[in-house]
């Protein structure tokens, strides 16, 4: 057979089609690595918004919770608080919550779980102004016999209080005294250090040591069951805890001297309170049923709403 | 001669072919590259504007909650005037139809979205228990209509009876619905019930100007 390419220049030809082939692939890996990069993109995409139903649920919980605590608020504001006040506001909500989120295509219910729980609302006060504390004497007990207690604060007068140390301020500084059954204790004393309003804590007779202070400026209060410290405009959280560990069966006032101030707690039924500390029936806690239902997710919890108890 | 011309328009062929690829494929990137390198605006639909609505939808989400845990969201939904059946301040609307700050909220949603060029409305959303029960929208801020890339995050929060009006007209909510000259935007859910007054959704509605 004749070499019938010699009559032509083949060589040339071949090398072009090299070039051109080797070109295609180069233009071919460089798609096929934009197209895993866009898959991978449209996957991260795609999966990024699983977790949304969890956070709506979280929300739902949160949402009742607030709703709830409010009406226990508002139940106890308004003075002689009842507990089947709180149950029917709780059993009236509980259809609206159910067409508020039918409308987002999920299903959700607020059922009462079990009737609210009665409480006392304990004040110590002058018709609403600030009452000397040394009315029975230097040491004495504001409530005992407590099994639960929330909303326990104390207003005070910073400039009545001792000016004094941390470390020394269990000699003559007001302190308040969390006893629990075994008689273990825990001292907050309540000082001025120049401008700031601090407060010690001491267990069980030790060396007290700083926890919190704030610069006051007129009336502070100290929030023990939230474990904060408000002034007018200025409020601050404790890092360190302002109330006991020990489960308390018993508040005291001890070292009492000029201070003059008010106190306030909510507690549940069954504590006492002593000598002449105003004791007014409450709303301590209500204790609700959440169920949140969406296509991919069944969220059920139960929530006992007891508004400013102790973490 | 006829023969060896036979034989050079094969390989023609075969490289016309391979080269014809290589022209559609260079088209393709070329068509790829351009899309990719035309500008994104806020207004434009793209990943980048997904990043932007979710961001706007996070940035009012914790504006209401923080709004809801100080009480300052409470407040804006009860800064009504009850004899005139509008918010308090607002224009002949009944609502207000610009940015402000009236109360404490709607100065926050101002300094936060609008000093940003966000555009929003916030519109509540209440309970209608009487006849058939349904939900009643009413608008509070009225910024205009919202573009196609608009997202909105919501809240509720429960008003009692006792919830004291925090407009001119300092009334509880349970005195203005016994008063036959006054009224409240949303009805009492549950007249029966001394406590629970009704529970409103607070719709913020966000977009790019």
């Known amino acids: 057979m004749a070499d019938v390419r010699a009559w032509f220049d083949g060589d040339s030809d071949r090398g072009q089609l090299l070039l051109v082939t080797a070109l295609a692939l180069a233009v071919m890996l460089v798609t096929v690595a934009l197209l895993l990069n866009t898959a991978i993109f449209t996957e991260n995409v795609a999966t990024r918004d699983t977790t949304a139903d969890g956070s709506e649920a979280i929300e739902l919980r949160g949402e009742a919770v607030a709703a709830v605590g409010e009406l226990i608020e508002t139940e106890n504001r308004a003075g002689d608080g009842n507990p089947e006040n709180v149950d029917d506001a709780i059993d009236a909500m509980g259809p609206l919550v159910d067409r508020e989120r039918a409308r987002h295509g999920t299903v959700a219910t607020l059922n009462r779980s079990r009737s609210a729980t009665s409480g006392q609302l304990l004040r110590w006060n002058d018709s609403g102004n600030p009452r000397a504390f040394d009315e029975y004497g230097t040491s004495w007990t504001f409530v005992e016999s407590l099994d639960n207690a929330r909303g326990f604060r104390v207003a005070i007068d910073p400039s009545t209080l001792i000016e004094t140390t941390a470390a020394s301020s269990d000699t003559n500084a007001m302190g308040v005294r969390f006893l629990n059954s075994t008689t273990d204790n825990v001292t907050y004393y309540l000082y001025e250090d120049g401008t700031t309003l601090s ?113 | 001669m006829r023969r060896t011309q036979t034989v050079d328009d094969t390989d023609r062929g075969q490289a016309h072919t391979v080269e014809a690829f290589i022209a559609a494929l260079l088209l393709v990137s070329g068509l790829l590259f351009a899309m990719q390198a035309t500008a994104v605006t806020p207004l434009s639909a793209s990943t980048s504007n997904q990043h932007i609505e979710n961001q706007q939808r996070a940035l009012t989400g914790d504006l209401l909650s923080t709004a809801a845990e100080d009480g300052t969201l409470q407040e804006a939904v009860l800064y009504w005037n009850a004899s005139r059946g509008a918010f308090q301040d607002s224009p002949d609307q009944g609502y207000y139809t610009d940015s402000g700050s009236q109360n404490t909220f709607l100065s926050r949603l101002n300094d936060t979205l609008a000093e940003r060029r966000i555009a929003y409305n916030v519109r509540l959303r209440v309970h209608n228990t009487t006849g058939t029960p349904s939900r009643r929208t009413v608008s509070m801020v009225g910024m205009g209509r919202p573009s196609d890339n608009a997202v909105t995050a919501s809240r509720m929060i429960t008003l009692p009876d006792s919830a004291m009006l925090t407009g001119s007209d300092s009334r509880s909510l349970s005195t203005v619905a016994s008063k036959p000259n006054e009224s409240f935007y949303a009805p009492d859910a549950d007249p029966a019930n001394e406590l629970l007054y009704n529970r409103v959704e607070v719709r913020v509605t966000t977009w790019r100007m």
């Open chain 1, 199 to 311: 407060v010690a804590k001491a267990v069980d007779g030790g060396t007290p040591t700083r926890q919190c202070s704030i610069e006051h400026d007129g009336t502070t209060t100290v929030e023990f069951t939230a474990s904060q410290l408000s002034t007018t405009g200025a409020a601050t959280d404790c890092f360190r805890e302002l109330w006991p560990p020990n489960s308390p069966a018993e508040i005291r006032f001890v070292n009492v001297g000029d201070e003059k101030g008010t106190a306030e707690a909510t507690v549940e039924s069954g504590a006492t309170p002593i000598g002449d500390v105003d004791d007014d029936s409450a709303v301590y806690s209500a204790t609700v049923d959440i169920t949140y239902q969406s296509q991919d997710l069944l969220f059920e919890t139960t929530v006992r709403v007891a508004p400013g108890e102790p973490r």
